[in-house]
Structures are given as structure tokens and as C-alpha cells.
């Protein structure tokens, strides 16, 4: 049975996906980390699954990981890029604070970040 499949990779801790596209499927594809109901799938295992393929074959999911990762990676770039700047914005602050004893309004601080 394919729910029983999922389950044993799940308690291996391994992330299990599961393609489908019958009644039969439904539950396997509900129970995986990553359902995927194909084209031509049954209303059940549409509802059921993450992912609905709109086109014939597996051909989608790879190109739907390849752009994942990108966007992944474009998110964990800004990410990093602002908390550097954050760092950046705090060190210059920090100095001009306690060297030259300036004051700075709140609103400076606002803005720049």
C-alpha cells in the first residue's frame, strides 16, 4: 500500500513525495511531506495533494525544484544583505554616537534603515 510506503519513510525521517492520480492515491498523497496529483488526476487526489501537474509527464516537478531554488537563494541573499547593512548602519551610528558625542534624531535612524 502506497500510505504505507510513506509512512515507513517517514518514521526514517526521511521527507517523502508522492505522485498520484486516483481515489486510490488520496491518502498516500495527504499523508507525504510533498503530494503531487498529475494531469488527469481525480477531484480526490487533486484536493489532496500540494502540487496539481497542469501538463502531461514528471518534467514540471524539476523544472518547479530549479526554480524553487532559485528563489530561495535570491531570498537568502537579500536576507543576508540586509542584516550586513543593518550591522553596517549600527557600527557607523555607534561611533559617531560615542567618539564625536553627536546626537541624532530618531528620524536620521528611521531613514536609514
Same mark, same amino acid.
Given at each position: 500500500?502506497?500510505?504505507?510506503?510513506? $509512512?515507513?519513510? %517517514?518514521?526514517?525521517? +526521511? *521527507?517523502?513525495?508522492? &505522485?498520484?492520480?486516483? *481515489?486510490?492515491?488520496?491518502?498516500?498523497?495527504? %499523508? /507525504?511531506?510533498?503530494?503531487? /496529483?498529475?494531469?488527469? #488526476?481525480?477531484?480526490?487526489?487533486? #484536493?489532496?495533494?500540494?502540487?496539481?501537474?497542469?501538463?502531461?509527464?514528471?518534467?514540471? !516537478?524539476? &523544472?518547479? *525544484? +530549479?526554480? #524553487?531554488?532559485?528563489?530561495?537563494?535570491?531570498?537568502?541573499?537579500?536576507? @543576508?544583505?540586509?542584516?550586513? /547593512?543593518? !550591522? %553596517?548602519?549600527? @557600527?557607523?551610528? #555607534?561611533?559617531? !554616537?560615542? &567618539?564625536?558625542? %553627536?546626537? !541624532? $534624531?530618531?528620524?536620521?535612524?528611521?531613514? +536609514?534603515?
Amino acid at each position: 500500500d502506497k500510505l504505507e510506503i510513506v $509512512k515507513s519513510l %517517514q518514521r526514517q525521517g +526521511l *521527507v517523502s513525495a508522492m &505522485t498520484g492520480d486516483g *481515489v486510490n492515491d488520496a491518502p498516500a498523497l495527504k %499523508q /507525504a511531506h510533498i503530494g503531487i /496529483a498529475v494531469e488527469g #488526476s481525480t477531484d480526490a487526489a487533486r #484536493s489532496a495533494a500540494d502540487i496539481v501537474l497542469t501538463t502531461e509527464g514528471l518534467a514540471p !516537478i524539476f &523544472t518547479a *525544484v +530549479l526554480e #524553487s531554488r532559485k528563489i530561495f537563494q535570491r531570498v537568502n541573499s537579500y536576507v @543576508l544583505y540586509r542584516i550586513s /547593512a543593518t !550591522i %553596517q548602519i549600527v @557600527l557607523v551610528l #555607534s561611533l559617531l !554616537i560615542f &567618539t564625536v558625542n %553627536q546626537t !541624532i $534624531k530618531a528620524l536620521y535612524i528611521i531613514l +536609514l534603515a
